[in-house]
């Protein structure tokens, strides 16, 4: 398996833009994880989805963020409109059954607003 | 709540033993531990659920104590491949988000 796919890797972008990122997760996986990671906070979780079904989103920052994941082989995470404190490394992991189970990076979006 | 890490960073020699450890003011379920070497994504190490059940493969292993809400990851002769930000990551016991709260990392640096 290719493991997770996200794209773009980079994206630079001007405050006020809207940015989408995209994940594939592996093939059978039923849990898809949003992360972002900054030097300030970490890692952190935004939102996860079960069976294409979110299932907690607590952890979008604000209304800007929103997720969707339209079938069981691809997330999108948008942020509209941008601002320079949503720059940072976006992750999407996928497991296979959730709790207790191996979480599969993908190789992230590195975003950087302007 | 997010785990908290100790220490922040470490240098060591190689072949030099090193422990981390995690600690979380909730009940846990479970702690997965980590590894990012910069500019890639989190590598997947070991999960340990309660039960105080000690894992490892290879030269690094972890504990995990329940009772004290504690993990430890323990290099053992480290070696250079070991460099790298270690996280570990939590579930708590009340349920919830099935996703992971991670702490703020390790930084690792092993010199020849």
């Known amino acids: 398996d290719a493991g997770v796919i996200q794209s773009p890797r980079h994206e630079v972008t001007e405050m006020g833009q809207e940015v989408t990122l995209r994940c594939k997760p592996i093939?059978?996986?039923?849990?898809l994880f949003w992360y972002r990671q900054t030097m300030m906070r970490g890692l952190e979780l935004l939102i996860y989805?079960?069976?294409?079904?979110?299932?907690?989103d607590s952890g979008m920052p604000e209304d800007r963020f929103s997720a969707k994941m339209p079938n069981a082989s691809f997330s999108t995470l948008k942020i509209q409109p941008s601002e320079p404190r949503d720059s940072a490394v976006y992750f999407c992991a996928s497991t296979l059954s959730g709790r207790v189970d191996t979480q599969y990076f993908g190789p992230g979006t590195r975003l950087t607003v302007l | 709540q997010q785990p908290v890490q100790s220490p922040q960073a470490v240098i060591l020699r190689e072949g030099e033993d090193a422990v981390i450890n995690c600690s979380s003011s909730k009940a846990l379920y479970s702690v997965h531990w980590y590894r990012q070497k910069h500019g890639e994504a989190p590598v997947f190490l070991m999960i340990?659920?309660?039960?105080?059940e000690q894992k490892g493969h290879d030269k690094i292993s972890a504990s995990f104590n329940e009772k004290k809400q504690q993990s430890s990851l323990y290099l053992t002769a480290s070696q250079l491949s070991y460099s790298g930000t270690y996280f570990c990551?939590?579930?708590?016991?009340?349920?919830?988000?099935?996703?992971?709260?991670f702490g703020k990392g390790t930084h690792l640096i092993i010199q020849p």
């Open positions: 093939s059978g996986h039923d849990y």
């Open positions: 989805f079960n069976n294409n079904v979110p299932i907690d």
């Open positions: 340990l659920l309660k039960g105080g």
């Open positions: 990551g939590t579930e708590s016991s009340g349920g919830g988000a099935d996703g992971l709260t």
